[in-house]
């Protein structure tokens, strides 16, 4: 079985972040793991699939993400 790529990670964060932040921590583990073999410095995510898609919301994901070792920007930012 292959490794996850980014997109698999994001994917399988935005239906945890859906389903009221089920194994989020683990979920992010997996993308920190596909950033760091895919050369990238930062995740984006698409605000509309957020379950909150306003300032504070953003903002509390960004500050979770980095906890955990991964930036997080927006797409459209």
């Not at 997996?30 to 919301?57: C, H, I, M, Y």
């Amino acid at each position: 079985m292959s490794e996850p790529t980014v997109a698999d990670a994001t994917a399988r964060i935005y239906e945890s972040l859906q389903t009221d932040n089920a194994n989020i921590d683990v979920h992010i583990a997996t993308l920190k793991a596909a950033l760091a073999r895919e050369g990238l410095k930062a995740a984006v995510f698409d605000p509309s699939k957020l379950a909150q898609n306003n300032r504070s919301g953003r903002k509390l994901m960004q500050a979770y993400f980095r906890q955990r070792g991964v930036t997080v920007t927006y797409a459209g930012s």
